[in-house]
Nanobody, 120 residues
């Protein structure tokens, strides 16, 4: 299973970005998606998560500004980020908890990171 994230970039404070992450490979089913970020010098932290049925959860810092969504037919997760501020700067990683097609094993997968830089 591979995850390919895209959509990062540099924006000014107050701006918006939309991240995407597509999963491919031998996937039987997806249990949940999530976005994490890692700011310089800090540990990776959860930003938002979503289940295929649409149950969502947000970090307090993302609530009201970020929206996580999925296209289940395309095995893709999105993160719409509005009202960005300097504290949102970091590398954003997508994560999926998925069942492998042939082994039936439930595993956690990480995508490549995509850099988000917010300037003041």
């Amino acid at each position: 299973v591979q995850l390919q994230a895209s959509g990062g970039g540099e924006v000014q404070a107050g701006g918006s970005l939309r991240l995407s992450c597509a999963a491919s490979g031998d996937i039987f089913g997806i249990n949940s998606w999530a976005w994490y970020r890692q700011a310089p010098g800090k540990q990776r932290e959860s930003v938002a998560s979503i289940t295929p049925s649409g149950n969502v959860a947000y970090a307090a810092s993302a609530e009201g500004r970020f929206t996580i969504s999925t296209n289940n037919a395309k095995n893709t997760v999105y993160l719409q980020m509005n009202g960005l501020n300097v504290e949102d700067t970091g590398v954003y990683y997508c994560n999926v908890l998925a069942t492998q097609l042939y082994s039936g094993n439930l595993r956690n997968y990480w995508g490549n990171g995509t850099q988000v830089t917010v300037s003041s």
